[in-house]
């Protein structure tokens, strides 16, 4: 779905405190694929942070949803985003909201460093009243359709919506006290801006569920559950009772990525945790993660990671002195 601005089109996609360290992060996830969401504080659903890609992994988040609503900016480079399967480019300037509820993540473009904010916020943040909610927030996040906002660097709106963010960035920064009162109501100004530059409110939301996304988090969530088991592509397939060609084909439309592959990537993500978290060895690790041939463990880690095991553990030790 595209909405158009009363500039220019603007097109619709989707949607971390470590400037001077380097820190691996790792995301968790509930069973049924949705991120665990780490708040800045337990009770307020508002997450801040300045980030880079090559905190992440291979320099790519893992896909993933959330009932938050995502906010990006980018500061510094180019950012590869994909929503439900479609995939953008973010540059400097740039920004994108992504809706609650859409598969998406963000990964390094040609391998490229990229510096951005990220802001998730539920959306009840934005009001407590019932009916202001059912009337102004409920049908946007409801809206099938509407998947996530595109904010070019160039337009007058994307520079709002870049300035917004900064400010709550520098709130956060400097008022330790108060600044989750003032990034909620700066929020709620944005959300009044877009709901008159979109007409957000006034689109029909369509209740059905988009079909091969449900399917796609079943396989995903079978995956979480029986990585360590011997599983095959027929076994992710049946999970959410498709054949294997729509398997594959739905692993390509929305991860980039083969069923098998995207298993040995979660495999292995489990295996980092374990090699930086535990004493284990690398045969028990690979063993307790599924890998039952110690050779193909080998091999796809260095294929993923870039090293053996046995190196990215003292690399890590090494950082970490």
Same mark, same amino acid.
């Given at each position: 779905?595209?909405?158009?601005?009363?500039e220019?089109e603007?097109?619709?996609?989707?949607? #971390?405190?470590?400037?001077?360290?380097?820190?691996?992060i790792?995301?968790?996830r509930?069973?049924?694929a949705?991120?665990?969401?780490?708040?800045d504080?337990t009770?307020?659903?508002?997450?801040? %942070?300045?980030?880079r890609?090559s905190?992440?992994?291979?320099m790519?988040?893992?896909?993933?949803w959330?009932?938050?609503?995502?906010?990006?900016?980018?500061?510094?480079?180019?950012?590869?985003?994909?929503? =439900?399967?479609?995939?953008?480019? @973010?540059?400097?300037?740039?920004?994108?909201?992504?809706?609650? %509820?859409?598969?998406?993540?963000g990964?390094s473009h040609?391998?490229?460093?990229?510096?951005?904010?990220?802001?998730?916020f539920?959306?009840k943040?934005?009001?407590?009243?019932?009916?202001?909610?059912?009337e102004l927030?409920?049908?946007v996040?409801?809206?099938?359709?509407?998947?996530?906002i595109?904010?070019?660097?160039?337009?007058k709106i994307?520079?709002?919506?870049g %300035?917004?963010q900064?400010?709550?960035?520098?709130?956060?920064?400097e008022? #330790?006290?108060?600044?989750?009162?003032?990034?909620v109501?700066? @929020?709620q100004?944005?959300?009044?801006?877009?709901l008159? +530059?979109?007409?957000?409110?006034?689109l029909h939301?369509?209740?059905?569920?988009?079909?091969?996304?449900v399917?796609?988090?079943?396989?995903?969530?079978?995956?979480?559950?029986h990585?360590q088991?011997?599983?095959?592509?027929?076994?992710?397939?049946?999970? #959410?009772?498709?054949?294997?060609?729509?398997?594959? #084909?739905?692993?390509?439309?929305?991860?980039?990525?083969?069923?098998?592959?995207f298993?040995n990537?979660?495999?292995?993500?489990?295996?980092? +945790?374990? @090699?930086?978290g535990?004493?284990?060895?690398?045969?028990e690790i690979?063993?307790?993660?599924?890998? =039952?041939?110690?050779?193909y463990?080998?091999s796809q880690f260095?294929?993923?990671?870039?090293?053996?095991?046995r190196?990215? %553990?003292?690399?890590?030790?090494?950082r970490?002195?």
């Amino acid at each position: 779905m595209k909405l158009e601005s009363r500039e220019r089109e603007q097109h619709i996609i989707t949607g #971390a405190e470590n400037k001077n360290r380097e820190v691996l992060i790792e995301m968790d996830r509930m069973q049924d694929a949705s991120e665990v969401v780490y708040y800045d504080r337990t009770g307020v659903p508002l997450y801040i %942070r300045e980030n880079r890609l090559s905190c992440y992994p291979d320099m790519k988040a893992e896909c993933h949803w959330h009932e938050d609503i995502e906010l990006i900016h980018i500061l510094e480079g180019i950012m590869a985003y994909r929503i =439900n399967g479609e995939q953008i480019l @973010l540059e400097q300037g740039d920004s994108l909201l992504v809706n609650a %509820r859409q598969m998406h993540y963000g990964f390094s473009h040609c391998r490229r460093e990229c510096r951005f904010i990220c802001i998730l916020f539920h959306p009840k943040l934005l009001t407590e009243n019932r009916m202001l909610y059912k009337e102004l927030v409920r049908p946007v996040i409801d809206d099938s359709g509407m998947e996530y906002i595109r904010f070019p660097a160039a337009d007058k709106i994307g520079q709002e919506i870049g %300035r917004m963010q900064l400010e709550i960035l520098k709130k956060k920064e400097e008022d #330790a006290l108060y600044y989750e009162l003032e990034a909620v109501s700066i @929020l709620q100004r944005m959300w009044v801006m877009l709901l008159r +530059e979109y007409r957000l409110a006034e689109l029909h939301p369509e209740i059905h569920k988009d079909e091969n996304l449900v399917l796609q988090r079943k396989m995903m969530d079978f995956i979480f559950q029986h990585y360590q088991e011997k599983i095959s592509l027929d076994d992710i397939a049946k999970s #959410a009772h498709v054949g294997r060609s729509k398997c594959c #084909a739905l692993f390509r439309q929305y991860l980039q990525d083969s069923p098998i592959d995207f298993l040995n990537q979660y495999r292995l993500k489990v295996c980092r +945790e374990l @090699l930086l978290g535990t004493d284990k060895s690398v045969t028990e690790i690979a063993l307790g993660c599924g890998f =039952n041939q110690l050779s193909y463990f080998s091999s796809q880690f260095v294929r993923f990671t870039g090293c053996t095991p046995r190196e990215y %553990r003292a690399k890590r030790i090494k950082r970490q002195m």
